[in-house]
């Protein structure tokens, strides 16, 4: 295909995802206070007779003049992108799929339908634990204080924590793919474990703003679970590689294993030796005999 072509195609695709992210944030637009309530749903709001008074509630506010309308704009725009993700996902997708190999392809449809499972398990996770994440983090205000929050970090808060619950369940995923690949082997895997989840319960902790050990436990669980399952399935596919082909798992740079025991030797068969040239054959040569001494003319 020509380049003017491809550029051509590229430019219908994008036109297609930014339609369908335009489409559903026109939609969230229009039901955008609906969306705040339910993504602030996690913060003890203050009732109409109830003063915030140290870590009892939290009055959710606007802090500046143009903070009511950048927050709608900043919703939907961000409603759009992962409701329409589906669409222009999709779009890209068939751009480059044409390019790909069959078993790239294969590959590729394996990775998206485990990733998006996966992700919403997380994000789902993330909103759950929500509301212990923020009474923890408002208990900590002092007596005598209100707790006054702007709409906007709220947000921020909620959509940074589904996001990195949502992305932290795909590490396994991930792994498995390197392994499929052959880049990592379950070996190799199953022998960073004490590292991984050493590693993995220090992230839970540095990402989850809670100071008591729910957050933390909460998403380093899970994935050490789903760690677990990617080693497992990662011995099953080396095993099933090397029966398949011993030398699999081999690296450039690593010779095979050669049987270098030896055989026994056959019955020896006597072979008769065929003259290259008349002469040789007859033992003459212009019509003189020459004498040969172990089958080589006397001469030489």
């Excluded at 390019?99 to 398990?121: N, Q, R, S």
């Excluded at 022998?191 to 590693?199: A, L, P, S, Y």
């Amino acid at each position: 295909m020509p380049l003017v072509e491809h550029l051509r195609e590229l430019r219908n695709r994008l036109a297609k995802g930014l339609l369908a992210i335009a489409a559903v944030t026109v939609v969230a637009l229009v039901y955008s206070e609906d969306l705040m309530q339910f993504l602030t749903k996690s913060v003890p709001k203050c009732g109409p007779n109830v003063t915030s008074d140290g870590g009892n509630c939290a009055i959710v506010s606007f802090n500046t003049l143009m903070a009511p309308f950048s927050t709608t704009i900043q919703l939907s725009l961000t409603t759009g992108l992962v409701v329409a993700s589906p669409v222009w996902l999709y779009q890209l997708w068939a751009f480059v799929a044409p390019g790909l190999h069959k078993h790239e392809k294969k590959y590729t449809y394996a990775f998206v339908g485990a990733a998006v499972p996966l992700f919403t398990a997380g994000a789902y996770l993330a909103y759950l634990i929500l509301p212990i994440s923020v009474k923890v983090l408002i208990s900590l205000t002092p007596g005598g204080s209100a707790n006054i929050l702007s709409l906007g970090d709220v947000l921020d808060f909620t959509l940074r924590m589904v996001l990195v619950f949502g992305i932290a369940f795909e590490l396994p995923l991930v792994l498995v793919m390197l392994n499929l690949t052959g880049v990592l082997t379950g070996r190799r895997m199953a022998g960073w474990w004490r590292g991984v989840i050493m590693g993995v319960f220090v992230f839970g902790a540095i990402i989850t703003p809670t100071t008591d050990p729910v957050g933390m436990l909460a998403l380093a669980g899970p994935i050490t679970i789903l760690y677990g399952a990617a080693v497992g399935f990662s011995l099953l596919n080396d095993r099933r590689r090397r029966r398949n082909n011993p030398d699999a798992e081999l690296d450039d740079d690593e010779a095979s294993v050669i049987d270098l025991t030896p055989e026994a030797v056959g019955e020896i068969e006597t072979v008769s030796a065929v003259r290259a040239l008349p002469e040789q054959a007859t033992g003459e040569s212009d019509g003189v005999r020459q004498h040969r001494l172990n089958g080589y003319d006397d001469i030489t």
